[in-house]
């Protein structure tokens, strides 16, 4: 079954930029599904950042579009997420989910936004 | 944007309870409404998707129910290992929002 794999640095210098990559196996990105990154900060609820479709369309929650790029490698079977200008209240479990009905999900990657 | 709001944000139940929780949606979602269970230190797992619909996997003690705009989580009979945190979401329109999550207890 498709699994999804979170990677990339846990900590972010404020002002700088939040990468992570997601690893799709199992399965091939090119199928018909998008592909969303989610974050949670501590003990908070659940935030959609964005999505991905294979052909490169995306939609972005509009309260982070003027610092969120998602990207697509369909030879790498991943996608990316990028978030810049971060501040400490960006610091969250981020999380890739496959479809409408986030599943499955990747296991999550704490990111740290400080100096 | 859609705002969902659940209640209660939590609750304290003993095994074999029957438990409710609700997610009012701000308008209209037509039916695409999904509910997840999250425990510590564990993402998201979705458990019912289109308001009733089972997932693969999911005790049957789970079930989804809607009345316009409201929409209802059932778990009939409270089992130990139910007690998580539970998000409606609507996957309706963009950009998907989640509830603000309740917290189920075991007495």
């Known amino acids: 079954q498709v699994q999804l794999q979170e990677s990339g640095p846990g900590l972010v210098k404020p002002s700088g930029t939040l990468s992570l990559t997601c690893a799709v196996s199992?399965?091939?990105?090119?199928?018909?599904?998008?592909w969303s990154w989610v974050r949670q900060p501590p003990g908070k609820g659940l935030e959609w950042i964005g999505e991905?479709?294979?052909?490169?369309?995306?939609n972005y929650n509009p309260s982070l579009k003027s610092r969120v790029t998602i990207s697509v490698d369909k030879s790498k079977n991943q996608f990316s997420l990028k978030l810049s200008s971060v501040t400490a209240a960006d610091t969250a479990v981020y999380y890739c989910?496959?479809?409408?009905?986030?599943?499955?999900w990747g296991q999550g990657t704490l990111v740290t936004v400080s100096s | 944007d859609i705002q969902l709001t659940q209640s209660p944000s939590s609750l304290s139940a003993s095994i074999g309870d029957k438990v409710t929780i609700t997610c009012r949606s701000s308008?209209?979602?037509?039916?695409?409404l999904n509910w997840y269970q999250e425990k510590p230190g564990k993402a998201p797992k979705v458990l019912i998707y289109?308001?009733?619909s089972l997932q693969s996997g999911v005790p049957s003690r789970f079930t989804g129910r809607a009345s316009g705009t409201l929409f209802r989580l059932t778990i009939n009979s409270l089992q130990p290992e139910d007690s998580a945190i539970y998000y409606c979401?609507?996957?309706?329109?963009?950009?998907?929002?989640f509830g603000q999550g309740t917290k189920v207890e075991i007495k």
């Open positions: 989910a496959r479809g409408w009905r986030f599943d499955p």
């Open positions: 979401q609507q996957s309706y329109i963009t950009p998907w929002t």
């Open positions: 308008q209209s979602i037509s039916g695409f």
């Open positions: 199992g399965g091939s990105i090119s199928s018909s599904n998008w």
């Open positions: 991905i479709y294979h052909s490169g369309s995306t």
């Open positions: 289109a308001t009733s």
